[in-house]
């Protein structure tokens, strides 16, 4: 009973997209206001429909209801509330069902956010993005129906995978990377809807930035937060091994970050309507993409992916996409002619354009290299993976020039300039430049790629800080104002936009720098040791102190104490443990890290065994990798600037520019 | 059009091909230096010397009685897939499951003496793979897909 409320809520959900999508195309075609207003209450029921399909879920998972399928088969008694709770996003179904809920969320603000100032891009735009909530609801009303009628109701159910139940990161990544990837949606609409009115104006470009912000945030907090998750769970002592799940967040972001970007370019200059419009559709394709990849069961195995009854739908539905995408470019693209010439030699907008192309260059890398054993094993069989040294030797080079263009475009003017004027604008940060690299060489560093990122890093951060500053100290020499309410001035007064693209980029060169050194410069040692002995990494001495017990309502935990001391002196202990979970047969390892903004140290115990008293460790000492979640924070924040200053001061930019005031339709 | 347009285009054209094809040089030529290979014993051997020095997963299940204790976490043992077998010689410090009879996938190289060399050793450990009493059944793609570090799909 309970079952078929939730699979009513989610037909009407399908229902109302469905319907929406064809009352927006209809009013589009036929110039029909009334059919927008439809359009418009059908997005929003769709929405309020979906959203309670959510809700009823889990409370579904809060009442042990396993009459529900997918409760039963998530679901167990002995869970704590938090993981009942994130159990709707720890399978295949509720994953889906999940997605649909954060769509739910983000077509409703959207459709909130469009005026009748969009014109016909308004109807065009809901059209898009209910095309893509209907194939969702399709796919949650079909093949991946989270609602089963369960007929021989089970006492208790399995709880889900352990390594999910294992950190409670596992509550907010998948919210994070759900914001991020079906964020994607909005602008890929938008995108869609100037391609079919056959123009982006500067209100809808407007929109376009905004909407491209939102995901961009929270995939760039997801993307690392994955990697968070890999080192604070799986414990083999690093955050990111270039599997394919991984490269599947980075993707869209990569694609993400350049359109960003290219907005930018579009929206001063009028150039690369195009290309950026292209960008965005990338973005969300490959979103598609790395949702087909990870949630077909395609990397396990080719069986897997035939059994799937999802992979093939989303297969299709991304090749539809991509056919339509591609065919509405091609037809649509000549339309979106240019306003200026863009300008050549040595200016910002030549950075602009070599930002975007390194990062197209990043993106097909990745591609290629995650894309490649799916085609070999297609076409001949053979079972294989790409390893680690083809993504390092490529992107390394690549990232490096990324951070190296980071600082020299925004050292850079607009349009040409002089020889001096370059001169003086490019000549002193190398100052930094300079003072990093020998900071490096003093810790012992002498890894040539971990050398030149740091001399860019130094580069970068001088001309970030002194750009960031700039307006400010303008100010304070010309209105005698105080620095601190200067600088408040770009914080929170029209500066912001301007300011939140040098915070976003602050927090990138300390990203550079905390992989660059902690890819490169940790050590680590692999020892079994008895009860009582010893053993020294670095200036770590290690001793296996005894072995504890915990017991929590859905595990028991087997933990090795292990007394620390650095240069003799005593830190505490730390404690790997084995944990065994109640529903599961296998036990799973949980690393313990004490993490220090110069070095974490990283205990993985690989196995205990209590008889003969003896743990098999791995010991890493990882430096700079907590200013790796220090940068990602940084980042954040700067896109939280850059979206709540757009709506306001992007019209204000708007308004003083030399642009064709829009028909009034 | 223009003329000056046209020529415009087709440079555009040519430098987006030859940039696209050095790119496709390099990615091409990266990769297949970088492939690691997802193996049992039988393929190993048949691929003979080609083995040695090449990034393979070994994947297969513990031989009874083959494990033997070395100085500090050394370790060898012999991995089969009910068809063939290979020696096996390990450094990594084995995890909790492993024991004889269960499925492994160790990653490394074929030494010159024929034994395989292993700085990682992964015991498979999902919940629906149990070491069959048969072991002509081992099945390389269940198997590889079953074990910690291999299956990232349990990462969302």
């Not at chain 1, 391609?195 to 690392?224: C, D, E, K, Q």
């Not at chain 1, 100290?473 to 601190?484: A, P, V, Y």
């Not at chain 1, 940790?522 to 290690?542: H, P, V």
Request: hydrophobic content about 50%; charged content about 15%; glycine content about 10%.
């Amino acid at each position: 009973m309970t079952a078929s409320i939730g699979r009513g809520l989610v037909l009407l959900s399908l229902l109302c997209a469905s319907g929406g999508a064809v009352a927006a195309f209809a009013a589009l075609s036929k110039k029909r206001a009334d059919l927008t207003t439809i359009a418009v209450r059908a997005a929003y029921g769709f929405s309020l429909a979906m959203f309670l399909a959510n809700l009823w879920m889990v409370a579904g998972l809060l009442r042990n209801d396993f009459s529900i399928s997918y409760v039963a088969q998530v679901g167990s008694i002995s869970l704590p509330t938090w993981v009942k709770v994130v159990s709707l996003w720890s399978s295949l179904e509720g994953s889906i069902l999940f997605w649909g809920g954060v769509l739910a969320i983000y077509i409703a603000v959207a459709t909130r956010s469009l005026t009748d100032a969009h014109g016909w891009a308004k109807p065009a735009a809901i059209g898009s993005w209910l095309v893509c909530a209907t194939f969702f609801a399709f796919l949650i009303a079909g093949p991946a129906q989270p609602f089963g009628t369960v007929v021989d109701v089970p006492s208790d159910g399995p709880g889900p995978n352990p390594l999910l139940q294992n950190h409670v990161l596992m509550a907010i990544h998948p919210p994070f990377l759900y914001g991020g990837y079906v964020g994607m949606t909005i602008p890929f609409g938008i995108a869609l809807a100037a391609l079919i009115t056959g123009r982006l104006s500067p209100t809808l470009l407007g929109t376009l930035r905004t909407s491209m912000l939102a995901p961009w945030t929270f995939l760039t907090v997801a993307v690392v937060l994955g990697g968070w998750w890999a080192y604070e769970v799986l414990g083999w002592g690093g955050y990111w091994a270039w599997d394919p799940v991984e490269n599947a967040s980075l993707l869209p972001w990569l694609t993400g970050t350049a359109a960003v970007h290219s907005a930018i370019l579009t929206e001063r200059r009028g150039v690369l309507k195009g290309w950026t419009l292209s960008l965005v559709i990338a973005s969300f394709l490959l979103t598609i993409l790395g949702t087909f990849m990870t949630r077909s069961g395609i990397f396990n195995s080719v069986h897997a992916f035939s059994q799937s009854e999802i992979g093939p739908t989303i297969l299709a539905f991304l090749a539809t996409a991509t056919i339509a995408s591609v065919l509405l470019l091609g037809i649509r693209v000549d339309l979106l002619k240019p306003d200026h010439e863009l300008d050549r030699g040595a200016s910002r907008d030549t950075a602009f354009l070599a930002q975007n192309l390194l990062f197209v260059l990043f993106t097909f890398t990745v591609l290629i290299g995650t894309v490649f054993p799916l085609i070999v094993e297609a076409v001949r069989k053979v079972q294989m993976s790409v390893g680690r040294p083809y993504f390092d030797r490529m992107t390394i080079p690549i990232g490096a020039l990324i951070l190296f263009v980071m600082g020299v475009g925004p050292a850079l003017p607009w349009g040409s300039s002089s020889r001096e004027e370059l001169k003086r604008r490019l000549l002193p940060p190398m100052g930094l430049g300079f003072a990093f690299l020998a900071a490096a060489l003093a810790y012992g560093i002498r890894t040539p790629w971990t050398l030149i990122t740091l001399f860019f890093a130094g580069y970068t951060a001088w001309v970030t800080l002194f750009e960031a500053l700039r307006p400010a100290r303008t100010r304070m020499k010309f209105r005698t104002d105080g620095f601190l309410k200067a600088l408040a001035q770009d914080l929170f007064g029209p500066g912001r936009r301007r300011m939140a693209a040098y915070v976003a980029h602050a927090g990138a060169v300390t990203a550079f720098i905390a992989i660059a050194v902690s890819s490169t410069s940790g050590r680590s040692l692999e020892q079994n040791l008895k009860q009582g002995e010893s053993m020294t990494l670095g200036r770590y001495s290690l001793t296996f102190e005894g072995i504890e017990h915990a017991e929590e309502p859905n595990r028991t935990s087997v933990i090795a104490r292990i007394g620390v001391k650095k240069d003799g002196r005593d830190l505490g202990a730390l404690r790997p443990m084995m944990n065994q979970y109640a529903t599961r047969r296998e036990s799973i390892g949980t690393p313990d890290v004490r993490t220090g903004l110069v070095e974490d140290l990283y205990l993985s115990a690989m196995n205990i065994d209590e008889q003969t008293g003896t743990v098999g460790l791995l010991v890493l000492i990882n430096p700079l990798v907590s200013w790796l979640w220090i940068a990602t924070v940084i980042m954040a924040i700067g896109g939280l600037l850059a979206l709540f200053s757009s709506a306001r001061v992007g019209q204000a930019v708007e308004a003083t520019r030399d642009l064709q005031p829009e028909p009034v339709r | 059009m223009s003329s000056n347009d046209g020529k415009k285009r087709v440079a555009l054209a040519l430098g987006a091909c030859a940039f696209a094809g050095t790119l496709l040089y390099f990615v091409v030529g990266g990769i297949g230096n970088n492939l690691v290979y997802y193996w049992g014993p039988t393929e190993v051997l048949a691929a003979g010397p080609k083995a040695q020095g090449a990034s393979i997963r070994l994947g297969g299940l513990v031989e009874a009685g083959s494990i033997k204790k070395g100085e500090g976490s050394n370790m060898s043992f012999t991995v089969t897939d009910g068809k063939k077998s290979l020696p096996v010689r390990c450094t990594s410090v084995p995890p909790q499951m492993f024991r004889e009879g269960i499925g492994v996938v160790v990653e490394g190289t074929v030494a010159r003496d024929g034994v395989f060399e292993s700085h990682r050793l992964m015991v498979s450990h999902g919940n629906e793979y149990r070491a069959p009493n048969d072991p002509a059944a081992v099945n390389l793609k269940k198997l590889m897909e079953s074990t910690e570090g291999l299956a990232p799909s349990d990462k969302k």
